[in-house]
């Protein structure tokens, strides 16, 4: 698809609605550094909110106190009127479920987030342990921060204490994530060049070091079914990993400069990559063919000149959870909003310095974390999502794409029309 000038089109372009902001208070040092905000989660039953603060703190907040907040008290300052209204839990746990505020000092600077909830008939794959330190029931929800030291520290929500300390990476910490399915497997990617699976129901134990990348990694990030893991990283590098067997399935070949972010779609079946080189790549992950291209520069930079201009360069990617919008950040201090079948964005809106976005767990809100402000640094900003009701088709497709890989679907006794609808081909 073609890219369009942001100077020209954007005009034309509705612009999101802010819903809020969490600012973050002032910095205790006097020095910049270490004030980014490189990580924003929401927990999968959408029951809280976290963001990397900077200096070493991550924040905690109950997301639907938050979302009160933001209608009572207007957009502004948030993190400050929330800090006074929220209960703070009890010391003895007697509140577990009851969601509260937590303020969490990591001990270093934090580059990553990834929330963790617990299925009990998901036993841990080390099946010969007859004691663990851990029983992590049906309510557990943990939280792993991955540092600059290379430390994994797990945290439990409920009460903000410290569980785990996993410490086999050596350098950066670059990002985290959960197997959707329950297990508490966790990946971590690093730029010690590995990806290193965990498995937390087995007292964090680590599993296995996956290799393959020939430089830093910036990003990981589970199929729905999580039984596959896509890797990026420096050097073009976009990898599929079989997580049963711990074992590459391909590489995926065509962005000219390093992948910074990637997810995949709600049925699994499209998978989304961001890179310096100034586009969004929409791939079909079964097959490994490139089905849509958004641009952020007009005309888009030919492989000679892969970076394009820096100012550019995208940061960051989200699926939404209808399987029909994507969202991206770029440094030229815009969030877009795009439709997977339309050559241009839906929605913008404004961000200066943006690192990180994330859509909520009910995909009505995008919140995108920031990198050195003049004034508010560390912070987070909330817009309203594009909003449409589904196709009855779309939903059909979404169905049988969850069960179905792009082989399967192609061998189908249906007209080829179809075929190429489910395939995300038109």
Same mark, same amino acid.
């Given at each position: 698809?073609?890219?369009?000038?942001?100077?020209?089109?954007?005009?034309?372009?509705?612009?999101?609605?802010?819903?809020?902001?969490?600012?973050?208070?002032?910095?205790?040092?006097?020095?910049?550094?270490?004030?980014?905000?490189?990580?924003?989660? !929401? +927990? /999968? *039953? @959408? %029951?809280?909110?976290?963001? &990397?603060?900077?200096?070493?703190?991550?924040?905690? $907040?109950?997301?639907?106190?938050?979302?009160?907040?933001?209608?009572?008290?207007?957009?502004?300052?948030?993190?400050?009127?929330?800090?006074?209204?929220?209960?703070?839990?009890?010391?003895?746990?007697?509140?577990?479920?009851?969601?509260?505020?937590?303020?969490?000092?990591?001990?270093?600077?934090?580059?990553?987030?990834?929330?963790?909830?617990?299925?009990?008939?998901?036993?841990?794959?080390?099946?010969?342990?007859?004691?663990?330190?851990?029983?992590?029931?049906?309510?557990?929800?943990?939280?792993?921060?991955?540092?600059?030291?290379?430390?994994?520290?797990?945290?439990?929500?409920?009460?903000?204490?410290?569980?785990?300390?996993?410490?086999?990476?050596?350098?950066?910490?670059?990002?985290?994530? !959960? +197997? /959707? *399915? @329950? %297990?508490?497997?966790?990946? &971590?990617?690093?730029?010690?060049?590995?990806?290193? $699976?965990?498995?937390?129901?087995?007292?964090?134990?680590?599993?296995?070091?996956?290799?393959?990348?020939?430089?830093?990694?910036?990003?990981?990030?589970?199929?729905?079914?999580?039984?596959?893991?896509?890797?990026?990283?420096?050097?073009?590098?976009?990898?599929?990993?079989?997580?049963?067997?711990?074992?590459?399935?391909?590489?995926?070949?065509?962005?000219?400069?390093?992948?910074?972010?990637?997810?995949?779609?709600?049925?699994?079946?499209?998978?989304?990559?961001?890179?310096?080189?100034?586009?969004?790549?929409?791939?079909?992950?079964?097959?490994?063919?490139?089905?849509?291209?958004?641009?952020?520069?007009?005309?888009?930079?030919?492989?000679?000149?892969?970076?394009?201009?820096?100012?550019?360069?995208?940061?960051?990617?989200?699926?939404?959870?209808?399987?029909?919008?994507?969202?991206?950040?770029?440094?030229?201090?815009?969030?877009?909003?795009?439709?997977?079948?339309?050559?241009?964005?839906?929605?913008?809106?404004?961000?200066?310095?943006?690192?990180?976005?994330?859509?909520?767990?009910?995909?009505?809100?995008?919140?995108?974390?920031?990198?050195?402000?003049?004034?508010?640094?560390?912070?987070?900003?909330?817009?309203?999502?594009?909003?449409?009701?589904?196709?009855?088709?779309?939903?059909?497709?979404?169905?049988?794409?969850?069960?179905?890989?792009?082989?399967?679907?192609?061998?189908?006794?249906?007209?080829?029309?179809?075929?190429?609808?489910?395939?995300?081909?038109?």
């Amino acid at each position: 698809m073609a890219s369009f000038p942001p100077t020209v089109n954007e005009k034309l372009i509705a612009r999101s609605r802010t819903v809020g902001e969490l600012l973050a208070p002032t910095s205790p040092f006097d020095k910049k550094c270490g004030r980014e905000n490189w990580t924003v989660a !929401f +927990a /999968p *039953d @959408g %029951s809280y909110f976290a963001w &990397s603060q900077g200096h070493r703190i991550v924040k905690l $907040v109950p997301w639907s106190q938050c979302l009160n907040n933001f209608l009572l008290h207007g957009t502004k300052n948030v993190a400050n009127s929330i800090s006074t209204r929220l209960p703070r839990q009890n010391s003895d746990g007697g509140q577990k479920n009851k969601p509260c505020e937590h303020i969490i000092d990591c001990g270093d600077i934090v580059w990553s987030l990834a929330f963790g909830s617990s299925v009990p008939e998901k036993q841990s794959r080390c099946v010969n342990i007859e004691w663990h330190r851990f029983k992590f029931g049906q309510d557990q929800l943990l939280l792993a921060t991955g540092l600059n030291n290379g430390r994994i520290k797990i945290w439990d929500v409920y009460t903000g204490k410290l569980l785990l300390n996993l410490m086999d990476h050596t350098e950066v910490v670059r990002d985290l994530t !959960f +197997a /959707p *399915d @329950g %297990s508490l497997i966790l990946v &971590s990617a690093s730029r010690d060049k590995t990806l290193r $699976v965990w498995d937390l129901k087995d007292d964090g134990n680590m599993m296995k070091v996956l290799r393959g990348h020939q430089n830093w990694v910036y990003g990981c990030a589970f199929s729905p079914d999580s039984s596959v893991l896509c890797s990026v990283g420096a050097s073009k590098a976009v990898f599929l990993w079989d997580m049963d067997k711990y074992s590459m399935i391909r590489k995926l070949e065509g962005h000219h400069n390093d992948v910074v972010a990637c997810e995949f779609s709600p049925d699994g079946a499209l998978l989304a990559t961001a890179s310096y080189d100034t586009r969004v790549y929409v791939w079909d992950p079964h097959i490994g063919v490139i089905l849509m291209e958004f641009g952020h520069l007009f005309p888009p930079p030919t492989p000679i000149f892969a970076g394009g201009a820096n100012d550019r360069w995208v940061r960051s990617v989200s699926f939404s959870h209808d399987g029909l919008h994507i969202a991206s950040l770029a440094d030229d201090k815009m969030v877009r909003f795009w439709r997977i079948d339309e050559e241009y964005p839906v929605q913008v809106a404004p961000l200066n310095n943006g690192l990180c976005c994330t859509f909520s767990t009910d995909g009505s809100v995008l919140a995108a974390g920031q990198v050195y402000g003049l004034t508010q640094d560390g912070s987070v900003f909330f817009w309203a999502t594009p909003r449409q009701v589904s196709s009855l088709q779309h939903l059909c497709r979404m169905a049988i794409r969850r069960v179905m890989p792009t082989s399967q679907v192609k061998n189908l006794p249906i007209p080829s029309k179809v075929v190429e609808f489910l395939c995300y081909q038109i």
